[in-house]
């Protein structure tokens, strides 16, 4: 036995790859490098249409358009950009239409990867008009989806499988936002979090090394992080500060439902409407507009305003007015079906709701209280609790907040989830009709091997067999319906064929005719697909998938004549079954006893 579990060893790895992915990383490299261009192209696109729109000149640097002088035209700004994203959508194509990361998760799902070129055109474009003319997103959704196309369009290109056609568009997608943040390594946390669908090297390797190289070329190109630059806090956390957390946690997950609500409440709201999908953004254009003359900082992709709130001392009335202002506009205009990133508007209102709550909160140090809330908003909406975490450790590149936002954000992410069954991202794919699952966990199939379901063929045939024998065979095979494959054995009850239910079926009606000879062989199969008591549970599911056979006979692997047993659907269905009583039957396994019994047992006799 030790010797049969070795050679398992030796055969079953931890992980499957292939020298293929060498290949793909190549790709992906090279992917990684044009995201860093196209990152910097759609930043500088967006500085022109800022710098055009709200001041009338040419220029490439990204300026707040809080410092205008059109006073009360500034509403018009909007309407303008947003009358340009409609016709964009409608005679381009309606994929620029939305935040980005759904759209790139439904052609991860259900297109087989694959965009369209013009994507990569129209969507950067659409955006930079966005959030140039005021319209309050980042620019990480459009690059996501923008740098995905070109992943998918160079995958496109070659003779690759899908899979590997979507591990080119995450790695466009993580190259895109790695350039724009500078966080490589939450640019792959939120890669594996919401794109890839799984866990496996085959992916995850391409895809860091498309996030690194990006980072790299990013300072070249656009600059070295971090981009909002904080002073250290405290490492001491005492246990009044992490309750702290929890509560800054819960508040975040609340704003997280909250947001989610109110952008799909205005989506529903805009389908009510007797007009064609092209104007709704020029509706949201509006609101937008008065929500500018309101509060000016609310406009725009807003990174200054995110690095204010960080460094402390913003005035209440800021704090108030950007929560509720960036929060209204942003949730209209997003469900109005205009383009634009959800990142950064997370990260504003959080960091927002983080200073209305340093207010009452313990004084750790200036910008700490912003900090952890952003982070936990963004985990609390995004439904990606690591990523908010190395988010914001690589936006400020303070290690000293990693335990705090760990706690806000696993708190603020339990809250979200038990509260609401889909995400932002995730809920838009429902209404296509499609569903997907955030859940990853080994497969059970995968760590049950054959031989712990494989049983006893309770029938079989032999070569040898004489009339009488083959039709008793026949009437107690067709009298037992748990077996659906009959070994065909030889005199030394070796393997040598199978009959299926359909040959028994047409055997019987032979042996119903009067003075017909009975034959087995026309009707065995002399090559059967068998299995191995070694393998995995899912290579036989995948093996019977491609062969459309429910029932295989197991053989040992060295002596391929030698039958061990049978393996049938119902067995690998009772494997499952298995597992789900795992996971729902309770049971106390230990029952504590104390060691000195409070009171003596009494005996006979004793005083």
């Known amino acids: ?9 030796v055969r079953l790895g931890d992980f499957t790859l292939s020298p293929r992915v060498l290949l793909i990383s190549l790709l992906a490299l090279c992917i990684g490098v044009s995201g860093a261009f196209v990152a910097l192209a759609l930043l500088r696109l967006i500085g022109i249409f800022t710098n055009l729109f709200f001041f009338q000149r040419w220029g490439t640097n990204l300026v707040s358009p809080a410092g205008n002088h059109l006073g009360p035209f500034v509403v018009l700004v909007p309407v303008i950009g947003a009358l340009i994203i409609g016709l964009l959508a409608r005679f381009g194509s309606e994929r620029i239409r939305g935040h980005g990361i759904p759209e790139a998760i439904e052609a991860i799902l259900i297109n087989g990867s694959q965009m369209q070129p013009r994507v990569a055109i129209l969507k950067p474009l659409a955006s930079a008009i966005s959030i140039g003319s005021g319209g309050p997103f980042g620019a990480e959704g459009p690059i996501i989806m923008t740098g995905g196309a070109v992943g998918s369009i160079i995958a496109q290109c070659l003779h690759l499988t899908s899979t590997e056609r979507k ?51 990013r300072q070249y190109l656009i600059g070295q992080g971090p981009l909002f630059p904080v002073p250290l806090h405290p490492l001491f956390v005492s246990p009044i500060e992490i309750l702290s957390c929890v509560l800054v946690g819960l508040l975040a997950g609340g704003l997280a439902i909250l947001l989610t609500l109110a952008v799909y409440a205005s989506e529903d709201a805009f389908k009510r409407l007797p007009i064609h999908w092209m104007w709704w953004p020029v509706l949201g254009g509006i609101v937008i507009g008065l929500g500018g003359l309101i509060c000016p900082q609310a406009l725009g992709v807003g990174y200054d305003v995110i690095g204010s709130f960080l460094q402390g001392n913003v005035p209440f009335t800021l704090l108030l007015s950007i929560l509720l202002v960036k929060g209204i506009i942003w949730s209209v205009s997003l469900g109005s079906g205009t383009s634009g990133g959800v990142v950064a508007p997370l990260l504003i209102m959080g960091a927002a709701l983080g ?122 095979a067709h009298d037992q319906r748990g077996q659906y494959l009959y070994p065909v054995l030889d005199t030394d009850q070796r393997l040598t064929g199978v009959l299926t239910r359909r040959s028994l079926h047409c055997l019987l009606q032979q042996a119903e005719l009067p003075e017909q000879d009975l034959s087995l062989e026309p009707f065995i199969t002399s090559i059967p697909v068998v299995c191995y008591p070694d393998e995995p549970l899912r290579i036989v599911v995948h093996r019977m998938a491609e062969t459309h056979l429910t029932s295989l006979p197991v053989v040992e692997r060295h002596l391929p004549h030698r039958l061990l047993g049978m393996v049938a659907l119902p067995d690998l269905l009772n494997a499952r079954v298995r597992n789900q009583q795992e996971e729902r039957n309770r049971e106390r396994m230990l029952r504590l006893r104390p060691f000195f019994p409070l009171r003596q047992p009494s005996h006979p006799g004793s005083k």
């Open 1 to 9: 036995m030790a010797t049969g579990n070795q050679s398992v060893s």
């Open 167 to 217: 591990t080119l568009l995450v790695a466009g997608a993580a190259a895109g936002m790695s350039a724009i943040f500078a966080t490589p390594v939450a640019a792959v946390l939120l890669a594996v979090e919401l794109l890839l669908f799984e866990w496996k090297p085959r992916s995850l390797i391409p895809v860091a090394l498309a996030s690194a190289a990006a980072g790299v070329m």
């Open 355 to 476: 200073g209305l709550e340093a207010l009452f909160l313990p004084q750790i140090g200036p910008g700490f209280w912003p900090l952890i809330s952003m982070a936990a908003v963004l985990a609390s909406t995004m439904r990606s609790p690591l990523t908010g975490v190395v988010f914001a450790l690589e936006l400020t590149h303070d290690v000293n907040s990693l335990l705090p936002l760990l706690v806000a954000c696993v708190i603020g992410y339990g809250l979200s989830v038990l509260v609401m069954r889909r995400s932002i991202l995730t809920e838009k794919v429902s209404r296509r009709g499609y569903h997907l699952t955030s859940e990853y966990a080994i497969d059970p199939l995968e760590t049950m091997l054959v031989r712990e379901i494989a049983r006893v063929a309770d029938i079989t045939f032999s070569r040898e067999m004489s009339q009488a024998e083959i039709k008793q065979t026949l009437t107690d």
